[in-house]
């Protein structure tokens, strides 16, 4: 029997290696790269992937009967189970590609949704949500008479338990909610969210998209009813990314698209849809996709994740505590318990042009209300300057963000 190698200690430097768009300037300016939580930069290995799919295996997946269409349907297989056994799903069957954490909440709406939701039913989403998982419930809400609420959220970004406890009842059939919240960086209680609701016989599904790159998530021990996340916030490529769901759910779920690969046999008289997971999985999927996404798994798990987020808590910690002593700057959202996201604001500036200045220096990061509108209308502002964090960034590039922001103070 092998023996599983142990992973280096974490290194941040030698990890930075292995990403080569971090290797360039912007505006005459190295690149600092602080916007990972709209989406991370891809390793070589996750590169090469798709090159050497294009290269050397390019063919369609399942119907193929030729060496090409093998190769790319065992390694298109082989890839969900890699991210099966990366979120501990007991089957890779549970495993759904979609074209996102988007798609995927939008599957869940429209196909559970639709089947079960009527008039008078709850649906309770958090008030710091992405609109992603605010906008597909209003639709099929709206369709079926339900009516979508918010968990209050307090001042500091956390999620009221207690409130969320109050609202809870017999009618209330899903609770969704972020993993984290990509405009505040709070790590929401998901493990108390998910027993609540399953203490009043409602579902759950968690959007993981900002979670999943920062530290192993466990489908079995969270026990919720539905999981979410994108390729390509996890070092993936675009376009893609997976759902997690209980198989008695899924099973038991009409197919969202119609079309190829999604059914068994197909006559005028009646169709019958092939089984999990292949009965969401319409029409031609995102084949290199797929396998670069499990380039992608296959480097996480070589990396010590342990380390790397210890790195990346140390780095927020940092940036933070450099925030607090820059004069006219206001952190927006300061939970106890965040991970890799801050939230700010300039004073007599707007994000906007905080974000445009910053640029010119190198310094990439996102600004806005990163699709998070509700949530800052609570705090009363258009939007923030967001910079986040991956394990590739350094206390080099927090610096950096500092010496500019300081410019674009004097500036102002």
Not at 202 to 219: E, K, R, Y
Request: hydrophobic share 45%; glycine share 8%.
């Amino acid at each position: 029997m092998n023996e599983q190698v142990k992973p280096l200690p974490f290194d941040a430097e030698r990890v930075r290696a292995d990403f080569p768009i971090l290797n360039q300037e912007v505006n005459g300016h190295p690149l600092v790269y602080l916007d990972n939580a709209a989406t991370t930069q891809k390793p070589r290995a996750v590169i090469q992937a798709l090159v050497d799919y294009y290269e050397q295996d390019n063919s369609n997946v399942h119907r193929g009967a030729h060496a090409l269409a093998d190769r790319a349907t065992q390694k298109f297989e082989a890839a969900r189970v890699k991210v099966a056994e990366f979120i501990n799903a007991p089957e890779a069957r549970q495993v759904i590609w979609t074209r996102g954490t988007t798609e995927g909440i939008n599957l869940v709406a429209s196909s559970w949704g639709r089947s079960n939701l009527k008039a008078g039913d709850r649906v309770l989403v958090s008030a710091m949500e992405h609109h992603s998982n605010i906008v597909p419930w209003q639709m099929v809400a709206a369709e079926k008479g339900a009516t979508v609420e918010p968990i209050p959220v307090d001042v500091d970004g956390v999620l009221d338990l207690a409130a969320l406890q109050d609202m809870l009842d017999e009618r209330v059939k899903m609770v969704a909610c972020g993993h984290v919240s990509n405009a505040l960086g709070t790590v929401n209680p998901v493990e108390q969210v998910i027993r609540l609701a399953h203490g009043v016989g409602a579902l759950t599904l968690i959007d993981g998209a900002q979670a999943v790159s920062h530290w192993p998530v466990d489908m079995q021990a969270l026990d919720c009813d539905f999981y979410v996340f994108s390729a390509h916030k996890l070092f993936g490529p675009t376009g893609l990314g997976a759902l997690y769901g209980k198989v008695a759910l899924l099973d038991a779920m009409p197919p969202y698209q119609g079309g190829g690969e999604m059914i068994e046999s197909v006559s005028f008289a009646g169709t019958t849809y092939n089984q999990l997971p292949y009965k969401f999985e319409a029409g031609t999927p995102d084949i290199a996709g797929v396998i670069a996404f499990g380039a992608a798994i296959d480097y996480l798990n070589q990396l010590d994740r342990a380390g790397a987020a210890a790195h990346e808590k140390a780095l927020l910690a940092y940036a933070e505590e450099r925030a607090r002593a820059t004069p006219g700057v206001r952190l927006i959202g300061t939970s106890a318990n965040k991970t890799s996201v801050m939230s700010f604001l300039l004073e007599g500036a707007h994000p906007n042009d905080v974000g445009m200045l910053l640029d010119q220096q190198g310094v990439a990061v996102r600004t806005g209300n990163h699709c998070a509108q509700p949530i800052m209308e609570q705090y009363g502002v258009p939007g923030t300057v967001r910079a986040s964090l991956a394990f590739y960034n350094t206390r080099d590039d927090i610096d950096r963000l500092f010496a500019a922001l300081e410019k674009v103070r004097l500036f102002l």
